[in-house]
């Protein structure tokens, strides 16, 4: 990890993301992979 963090913004985006592709039925380990941090 490099140090840097997330801003509040981002971290909202992928969860709405993450509630939109839950909403259509993927898979909790497919939704992940896509909108998942590096580490």
Known sequence: ??????????IV???RQIEVLHGQGMP???FSMR?????
């Open 13 to 15: 985006l992928k969860l």
């Open 1 to 10: 990890m490099d140090g840097k963090r997330e801003k509040p913004e981002d």
């Open 28 to 30: 909790i380990a497919e």
């Open 35 to 39: 909108v998942r941090r590096p580490l």
